[in-house]
């Protein structure tokens, strides 16, 4: 067995789909014989070896990353490129059939840490949001297994030396689409959006709608 570690994972929303997985992967690590908590605000951290920062809301200062010996984020997406906010889903509304899933060092500029570890995650054209998030989930929770495993011993690569771009906050205004556009030509907007938490909609006749999209082939 490796070297019992003291794991923090901060989550900021307690509703965030990912929340039960966490709650699960807690359990296995436990059984691995490491300490696990998973708290919603910085303040509430315990420090210890490793945190893990999983649709964190919050910017984590140095004094709180300085109560462990590594602090890392998950993003999704080939950094420098895509820093910022819900990478994934900008991804796919660019076209990309292909997101990159990047574990790196928590640092004082956004998504500006070292990289410790990357993986391709495809996503074909008919995925709708909730496949998409058990996939990147699924890639998100090997990453957190291999911090646990290797990432004390791992020294980091800086990223690429290329010019960064940055992705915004999104907003419900986002997830709006045209009435009068077809439902291909808005597809990739449509399949990701989250009906529960960010819904698609539109506006027609003086009123606002909400999409919900399910695949119906099995019924």
Known sequence: MTQALQVSV???DPNHPIQPLLQDWKIKQ????????????????RGGDILLLISCAEKITADVRSGYQRSLVIHASDLPKGRGWSPHIWGLLEGKDQLTVTLLDAAEGIDEGAIYKQLQLPVTKDALWDEINAALFSME????????AHVLATQPQPQAEQQ???YPKRTPSDSQLDADKSIAAQWDLIRVCDPNRYPAWFSLHGHQYKVIVEKMDDE
């Open 164 to 166: 960064a771009t940055y």
């Open 141 to 148: 929770l090997v990453l957190m297994d291999w911090a646990v």
């Open 30 to 45: 436990q059984e691995d014989g490491h300490q696990v908590e998973i708290v919603e605000r910085a303040k509430h951290l």
């Open 10 to 12: 901060l989550c900021s």
